[in-house]
């Protein structure tokens, strides 16, 4: 075994003693160059830090056009749509249409059985055709043979009168001779009744008899001499009113009718053409017709079915279709009557159908405060149809030439619409702008800023005025 020898030993204990010197004295030295160095290390980071830029990501302003659209939903429906009622009732004896036939205006649909409405438009007609007969009769007046023989009536009279009027001297004498000549019988006759009047029952002796008959002819024969010598007023006036009657007939066969009477002859005719009309109506009503130009949309009756005036036969849309949207108020200043708009159904997709707003409706909707716009396409291949869904985009304003930025430009700082733009030296600045139009993708800038002009788009979060950016195509 060997045994240490005291050199030995003595640099074994000191080894411990030797490490723990080194050891403080090399920390010793390592903080005071920590100390010395700390001042200059902090100025490196802040200079390091200084110098960092931002990521963000940038576009420029350019000048272009830009739109306001608005974008509404809507159904379409036929402009017109009338449901189809006979005017007339009966038997229905045709049916010339189907359910979606397209038809004209004055097409026929259905035939009604017509012929008591064909009885009735010839009684009328036979009604105007009396009427009108009867207007030219009183034309034309009295025949002239019954003027003739008013005019023969009237001589007749007169000549009556005439001859009890005036009596001559030869007439005179006549009727005095035969008054005497029946005096000399009434007496000769009174005689010879006297010769048998004591016998008593003389009263059917022929002396009676002749003495009777004597005295009515004597009678007979005054009654004569005083007519015609002193006729009176009995037997004058049966006389006058018989002129005077006749006188009548002659006018009224000359002028049998007075202007009120061919009045009312006109007003019969009148009446009668009214009626001829009506029944002509009737009859014509019997062929139901299309209203409009459109499509049969429904029918309600077959042949055979009886239909009246109560009763609905069927239902003509128009080809035409329309879309009426609800506008609310804070935009009813961008919508008027002749605004283009786009139309678009899911059954055409891809197909942009131009249409015009024709009416704003001048009230608002008690309810909803909203105002009805009717929209209506300018589909001239008669694509659209009833009851199809349609997105409308109506161009509200349109600015040409104008300022544009993205709309992710413009942020909101102290409640100012705000951007940064990114100069030349890498640096923000930040500015104030007034915008106008704005698009989903596009806003416009009215101040503030110039065409050429670079704005950070994205990571405008960390920004203030001055910060250094590195524009990236994507954060």
């Known amino acids: 075994m060997l045994n240490p020898s005291k050199n030995t030993l003595t640099f074994l204990f000191m080894l411990p003693l030797l490490a723990a010197i080194l050891l403080t004295t090399g920390c010793n030295s390592t903080a005071s160059e920590a100390a010395a160095a700390s001042p200059e290390g902090d100025t490196v980071e802040v200079a390091v830090a200084a110098e960092r830029s931002l990521p963000v990501e940038a576009a420029p302003v350019e000048r272009g056009d830009i739109s306001l659209l608005l974008n509404y939903t809507g159904n379409l429906q036929a402009q017109r749509d009338i449901t189809l009622m006979p005017k007339v009732g009966g038997q229905l004896e045709k049916v010339l249409v189907k359910v979606g036939d397209p038809v004209k205006k004055g097409d026929p649909i259905a035939i009604i059985e017509d012929d008591t409405y064909m009885a009735q438009l010839k009684q009328a007609q036979a009604a105007l055709t009396q009427a009108r007969l009867n207007l030219e009769k009183m034309e034309l007046g009295s025949r002239p043979e019954e003027i003739a023989a008013a005019r023969n009536a009237l001589s007749l009279a007169r000549a009556a009168l005439s001859d009890v009027e005036t009596i001559d001297d030869n007439e005179r004498t006549s009727a005095a001779a035969a008054l005497a000549n029946t005096q000399a019988a009434v007496r000769q006759a009174q005689t010879e009744y006297d010769k048998v009047a004591w016998a008593g029952e003389v009263g059917a002796m022929p002396q009676a008899l002749a003495l009777e008959q004597a005295t009515n002819a004597y009678e007979q ?7 015609q010598t002193n006729p009176g007023d009995a037997t004058l ?18 002028n049998p009718f007075r202007p009120v009477d061919f009045e009312v002859a006109r007003a019969s005719i009148a009446q009668a053409e009214a009626a001829v009309e009506l029944a002509a109506l009737q009859v014509d009503y019997a062929t139901l017709e299309s209203p409009i130009d459109g499509v049969v949309a429904e029918l309600y009756a077959e042949e055979g079915d009886m239909v009246g005036s109560s009763s609905a036969f069927g239902l003509v849309v128009s080809n035409e279709t329309e879309v009426e949207i609800d506008v609310e108020e804070s935009r009813l200043g961008q919508v008027f009557a002749g605004q283009h708009v786009s139309l678009h159904v899911s059954a055409y997709p891809g197909v942009d159908f131009p249409a015009v707003v024709t009416t704003v409706a001048p009230i608002a909707d008690a309810n909803t405060h909203t105002f009805a716009v009717t929209i209506t396409p300018l589909d001239e ?10 997105d409308t985009t109506l161009l509200a304003e349109e600015k040409e030439n104008t300022l544009l930025a993205p709309l992710t430009a413009v942020t909101t700082v102290n409640d100012q619409p705000t951007i940064f733009v990114i100069t030349d030296d890498g640096q923000v600045e930040q500015r104030s702008v007034t915008t106008g139009l704005t698009t989903k993708t596009q806003i416009e800038l009215t101040s503030g800023v110039k065409a050429g002009e670079t704005v950070v788009t994205n990571g405008q979060v960390n920004l203030e005025d001055g910060s250094r950016v590195e524009v990236v195509p994507e954060i």
């Open 381 to 390: 291949k008669g694509l659209l149809r009833s009851g199809m869904f349609a």
């Open 221 to 227: 024969a005054l009654a004569a001499y005083n007519l």
């Open 237 to 254: 006036a049966p006389l006058e009113g018989q002129v005077v009657q006749a006188e009548l007939n002659l006018t009224l066969a000359e």
